[in-house]
């Protein structure tokens, strides 16, 4: 019967393939029969007054980001088009590159004769930068692209003139750049070093006799990538150097050079080449700069920090190269600062899109012949969503604190924004990778329509993990500056003052060892938790250090030794700090039903939090028990959530248009009569059998474990590829920049199969399906007390729960047969498949909270077997991506030589 029905359905897609006759004009679909779009508001209700939700989610400049919204909604060049009856706007996301980049500065030009940057840089103090955060915010709303064009201009070149630079570089560019007379580049990234910025190998002289610095590209590794505008439309760059003076390298310094003239003619001793198609941000011309002994003024060195004389002495106040190192960094905190911020904004695009959705799509019945159920009543959907959307909250507004912090910033407060900054970027661009992911596999199929935003929002917004510092490495900062703050006031027996830490001045909370509903959602018990998990690992951090220092190792040794505890504080300290600025929100407003349901929101924050991180459990902060009374209080908070969904986001304050279509009225929007003439309305579908000896007796088993091997691979496939926890560690951001290129292939697979964790069956529903399966085998054997025979039950019905665990779950390939030491026709021997397998079973206990974890000593012994382990593969070379190879060569100008002819730029 299914495979007629299958053919059926086969039949009637190659007649549409094959462009069969359309039906007659006589006949109809009568719409009263089909499924009928219900706005969720005719059955949601407000609970609270939505307008000062989002006031108070916003922060601050609300009337100025509603200006920008209609400036436009109003323009053409904003891609309007109408979907079901509303406007939409939103970025052609299937023109090719070089037409997103040629739209994105239409756009720019278009907000410039409107007034949009008044003052970014020529204004200052806290409101001016305030408003300045507030539309930049919007444009990353509305397109990535244009934010990060913007940002590179004002935020990057724009603030390294201001801030780096003294009086004369202020009166000539600064007005010019705010007005585009100027268009900015930032050259500080390199093919060789990203992250490492003291690394890099770009080296400037100074030549006494003209009077003139000479910037050159020693090797392939030093030429500049990744530079923002550097392909098309810049014409001047800050270049980050190394100055050497009289043979002596003075660190890092910031020069302007400029690359292009008024015409847009690459200058002489400047070669430049185009990065090319990327997984996202394909509205930025990123490029590759190379510099060969180019000659710029002596008055070009930014020279806040440093100077040098005309006759060529070195000069500087800040005597320690660290220091000054220091700070040329400090400037560059309002990079993570913004990359915070719009992190979230898209995290909230995201769920306003999946909530609306899940508000009015309906899916299978509880009762026979029932109507069918709206997906967000159901439990699990509540669960997918809802605390993302109240991590999403509490991140909003420590995203705000953050900014507020910074434009109100003095040298004191340096330190601190930049822990600050470091921790929350990470935190937050993972969140959101996270949430835009969970956010496409609940809108199924539809979330991989790019004009529905959610799927292609994961490529647009990736990068985020790994530009202006890789998340890892900024968490192990974090824990950097924590344990030389920890160490400095233990030394010097002083009270923790500054980065959150006073608590540590006070004894040590002790916890509940029962924990009831209300002591789960008590503000004081979740404050008390999170410092002490904090506490403790500072602790343990710190005491792991000084014994390998003890022991003859290097600070930096030991640090690298315990990273898995340095980002475990990283986490702890951030979320902790997140915690704190939505309490204190809420303490901030009266008492009310606003107050109430911010309070459900917050108690969400902490209790999904303390779910999901298995230090409470690992270092015996809860016990079993207790994390088992976390689990169902998210529960229970996702109930009580479920009736404010729609006036949660709502509360973002983000107009309709800039929502994906499925958002509202999905029906019409595919509707027949929205379709545009001339677009491609053929969709191919793939059919993926597996062929077995099947009987009728083991189809049931078949359904089963397919369904479970569906979803858990699938899943694994997109959390390899990059996944959306930050407790892992990624094939995309792991390849830092490189992984966004298209060539480079881990970026581009992401968007490719991310389709597969919702068709042929969400994977959700699949691991639904395998539960009930396993209950419906499980009841009546214990019933008729029967052993255990089928769906690979019985096998492990005798056995100690390690072995059961480990013969049940792995591979059968994998297992040392008795007696035998070795199979011939395997490229390893049999100790490195156990390593394997023995790494694959702990590390599923680690990522489960139900178990410790003992995994580090496994990665140094897998480590020499890496290179092979991928060897035996067996893909081939030609269909990898180049940096797997020689990444220098595959980067290296002679490719690029032709891209520097004016002919190509046009």
Known sequence: MSENRALQRAHILANHILRSPPLPSSLSLAREVCLQYSPPELNESYGFDVKEMRRLLDGHNTEDRDWLYGLMMQSNLFNRKERGGKIFVSPDYNQTMEQQREITMKRIWYLLEKGVYRGWLTDSGPEAELKKLALLEVCGIYDHS???????????????????????????????????????CFAMTELGHGSNVRGIETVTTYDPRTGEFVINTPCESAQKYWIGGAAKHATHTIVFSQLNINGTNQGVHAFIAQIRDEDGNICPNIRVADCGHKIGLNGVDNGRIWFDNLRIPRENLLNSVADVSPDGEYVSAIKDPDQRFGAFMAPLTSGRVTIASSAIYSAKVGLAIALRYSLSRRAFSVKANGPEVLLLDYPSHQRRLLPLLAKTYAMSFAANDLKMIYVKRTPETNKAIHVVSSGLKAVLTWHNMHTLQECREAVGGQGVKTENLVGQLKGEFDVQTTFEGDNNV???????????????????????KGLGLEHMNSSRPVLPTQLSSSTLRCSQFQKNVFCLRERDLLERFTSEVAQLQGRGESRESSFLVNHELAEDLGKAFTEKAILQTILDAEAKLPAGSMKDVLGLVRSMYALISIEEDPSFLRYGYLSRDNVGDVRREVSKLCGELRPHALALVSSFGIPDAFLGPIAFNWVEA???????????????????????????????????ISSGLKAV?????????????????ECRESCGG???????????????????????GDNNVLMQQVSKALFAEYVPCKKKKKTFQRIGIGAHEQSSPCVAYSTHIFCPLMQPLPGRKQRVHLPFNLDVLGIARLMYALICMEEDPSFLREV?????????????????????????????????????SLVFSLVTTNKLFQ
């Open 146 to 184: 244009l934010s990060i064009k913007l940002g590179v201009h004002f935020f990057l070149w724009g603030n390294a003139v201001k801030f780096f630079g003294t009086k004369r570089h202020h009166e000539k560019w600064l007005k010019n750049t705010e007005d585009y007379v100027v268009k900015g």
């Open 738 to 760: 490189q992984g966004v290129k298209t060539e480079n292939r881990v970026g581009h697979l992401k968007g490719d199969y991310d389709g597969q964790t919702t068709f042929e």
């Open 474 to 496: 900024l968490m192990q900062q974090v824990s950097k500056a924590l344990f030389a703050e920890y160490v400095s006031c233990k030394k010097r027996n002083k009270p923790f």
């Open 713 to 729: 691979l699938t899943w694994h496939n997109m959390r390899t590829l990059q996944l959306s926890y930050p407790n892992f560690h």
């Open 670 to 704: 595919n509707a027949w009569s929205s379709t545009e003439r001339g677009e491609s309305l053929l969709y191919q579908m793939c059919f993926f059998c597996i062929y077995v000896k099947r009987t009728p007796e083991t189809n049931k088993e078949i359904h089963v």
């Open 856 to 892: 580090s000593k496994l990665c140094r012994e897998l480590r020499p077997h890496a290179l092979a382990l991928v060897t035996s593969f067996g893909i081939p070379d030609a269909f990898l991506g180049p940096i797997a190879f020689n990444w220098v060569e595959a980067n290296a």
